[in-house]
């Protein structure tokens, strides 16, 4: 039995997924959050039947983002 914790990761030099960050807004509105940082990326939805798809939906920015960054030249 594995005891490391589940990772979305590819290969070891990919950074691992961050977790949602959700809170509720004084309105009622609910705001996610995948990642830290001017990296990060947010959406705001008004139900919380909403709040799923709108992670799965950030998340899959995240990673274009990690990997737009990967192929990017290092200098």
Known sequence: MNSEP?????N???TPMPAAKIRTLEDGCVRIQVGDGPGAFVGTVSSMHLVEPKINQLQQYWV???AAHANQPHH
Not at 6 to 10: A, N, P, V
């Open 6 to 10: 589940s990772l979305t990761m590819s």
């Open 12 to 14: 070891d030099s990919e």
């Open 64 to 66: 274009k983002a990690q």
